[in-house]
């Protein structure tokens, strides 16, 4: 019985450890994504100003602020996606840290599972 119940704990910590790794991944990948659009918002910004300093027609200015409007609106969704995966990859840390203590106790011949 408490070896089956040890075994659970390994495996859930594998598990959520797994979990992690991936939300982390998933997370710098966002990061890196936001990061590049900051990029290129910025250099159409100095495209934009550049164009308004040598008195670009209209229509210029005007498919340069359509680009910026795209580049702000590809923005949000990533700051979402970027806000749930950390939320999510937290709860999970919690839940790898949570195995390892109960793991760690067993070790120490602790036959309770140190759980909030």
């Known amino acids: 019985m408490l070896q089956a119940q040890q075994q659970l704990w390994q ?3 594998l598990e959520t450890t797994e979990w992690l790794a991936a939300l982390t991944k998933r997370a710098a990948l966002l990061e890196q994504s936001l990061d590049r659009l900051a990029d290129i918002r910025r250099r ?3 495209t934009r100003d550049a164009a308004v300093a040598s008195k670009a027609p209209d229509p210029i200015l005007k498919q340069i ?3 910026l409007t795209t ?3 590809a923005r949000t969704p990533l700051e979402t996606q970027r806000t749930a995966v950390l939320d999510l990859q937290s709860v999970v840390a919690r839940e790898v840290a949570r195995s390892g203590d109960a793991l760690g106790g067993r070790r120490h011949g602790d036959r309770t599972p140190k759980v909030p």
């Open 65 to 67: 602020d359509g680009a």
């Open 44 to 46: 159409w910004r100095e």
């Open 11 to 13: 495996r859930t910590q």
């Open 71 to 73: 580049i702000e609106a």
